[in-house]
């Protein structure tokens, strides 16, 4: 992969930075460059970056913000400044994760075919991480694929993202645009994974690539995890199905009773949440508010895509 860019975004995760951009230094086949977006960090996240920039590796461009813009902020500003640098692909990566020898050699067997991907993962615990999910228009909400999705192929296609290492190709990445930093947490990714869909195929393949490094609480389901959560994210869960509504919308995707009936599912699918997973209702008070903020950003007449983006000098031909 010609010119590829690690896109990682960082808020007060020194000690979990430290230890990815080690993994990186690992690789054999590193990334051209690594930008990391700081979300104004009151750590010691500047010490790591200025510390792993001495001990050399792979090249490292260091963006602070001014304030805390969510992880959907500072993918945002990451990835409009990987493509004002020329960057060809983008490696889009959470803090808390690392990534695995081989890495790079295991995803660009994937690349001459496809132009949006994302390898498997391994939890904390380091046992294989269900991640296969199918975003269902209808009801605006994206539910765990009930198989095997490589019990046959090497290969799955989906129509969502993860910014835990979602691969996509700049040309791509200009036509859909930046992703959206209104979302601020949660649902930006996967968002940005379904526009990436509308325009080529996006596939899961069954290659791992990536550990997740922070351990969270979870029940085990059988089929899936259900992990532990935060107020601040059961807020913003249900907020932002306000955002998913109009691009719904704006792709004439938009079904309002099933999308109401979706709401009401991924409501309680919190509640569930908050009582296996935390023992407790007291975030439930953070969902109401976010279904309420919802209403606000539905009504909003003025709301609108984010756009696609002009090419960049030295940064290729834009994709049809």
Known sequence: MENLYAVVVTYNR??????????????????ERILVVDNASSDHTP????????????????????????????????VELALESGAEW??????????????VEALEKFTPEYS?????????????????????EALGIFLPVSRDVFR?????????????????????????GLPDPRFFITWDDLIY???????TPVVYVNAFVIKKVRAQRQVDLGLRH???SSDLSRRYVMRNRGHV??????????????????????????????????????????????????RSILADAGWKPMPSLPVYPGSGTRSD
């Open 245 to 294: 509504a109009h691009y719904l919308r704006a792709h004439g995707k938009f079904n309002r009773a099933g999308f109401a009936a979706g709401t009401a599912l991924t409501f309680l699918k919190e509640l569930t949440r908050l009582v296996l997973v935390e023992r407790t209702l007291k975030g439930a008070g953070a969902l109401w508010q976010g279904w309420r903020e919802s």
């Open 193 to 199: 994974g379904w526009l990436a869909a509308q325009q």
């Open 226 to 228: 259900l992990n532990d």
């Open 14 to 31: 020194a000690d979990f930075l430290r230890n990815l951009l080690d993994s990186f230094a690992r690789l054999d086949t590193a990334p």
């Open 152 to 176: 046959h192929s090497d290969v799955f296609r989906t129509n969502v993202g993860n910014f835990e290492g979602m691969l996509i190709k700049a040309s791509v990445a200009r036509n859909i």
């Open 47 to 78: 010490e790591v970056v200025a510390q792993a920039t001495a001990a050399g590796g792979p090249s490292i461009q260091y963006e602070r913000l001014d304030r805390n813009v969510g992880g959907a902020g500072g993918f945002s500003r990451g």
């Open 116 to 136: 949006c991907l994302i390898g498997r993962r391994y939890d904390a615990n380091g046992k294989p991480f269900f991640w296969q999910h199918h975003f269902v």
């Open 90 to 103: 983008l490696w889009l990566m959470d803090d808390d994760v690392e990534v695995l020898p081989g890495a």
